[in-house]
Nanobody, 123 residues
Framework: QVQLVESGGGLVEAGGSLRLSCAAS????????MGWFRQAPGSGREFVAVITWSGGSTYYADSVKGRFAISRDNAKKTVYLQMNSLKPEDTAVYYC????????????????WGQGTQVTVSS
């Protein structure tokens, strides 16, 4: 079955950076758009960023625009989320997801999900 495994989360001070990775297996990776979502305690799952199957287009939530960058390596079946200028409000569990639509952004437009990785930003 399809597996998406996130890594790279951790504890960082405000203003710092982290790079999340999501490795896919048993998935025709290059035919899926890949996205990142996050969920803070007591909140719903929030869209963060998505990249099309070719990597040609990216979209971001307003809250992370200019600070986060999504990228992918189809040969490695991996999607990345570079997070810079982190803020305490970025603290959440971050999930990667795969979807067959061109530019999915709602959580129910994605077909597969990873287990998540915790990101904690201290003030």
């Amino acid at each position: 079955q399809v597996q998406l495994v996130e890594s790279g989360g951790g504890l960082v001070e405000a203003g710092g950076s982290l790079r999340l990775s999501c490795a896919a297996s048993r998935l025709t990776f290059s035919t899926y758009a890949m996205g990142w979502f996050r969920q803070a305690p007591g909140s719903g799952r929030e869209f963060v960023a998505v990249i099309t199957w070719s990597g040609g287009s990216t979209y971001y939530a307003d809250s992370v625009k200019g600070r986060f960058a999504i990228s992918r390596d189809n040969a490695k079946k991996t999607v990345y989320l570079q997070m810079n200028s982190l803020k305490p409000e970025d603290t959440a569990v971050y999930y990667c997801a795969a979807g067959r639509r061109l530019t999915p952004r709602a959580w129910n437009e994605f077909d597969y999900w990873g287990q998540g990785t915790q990101v904690t930003v201290s003030s």
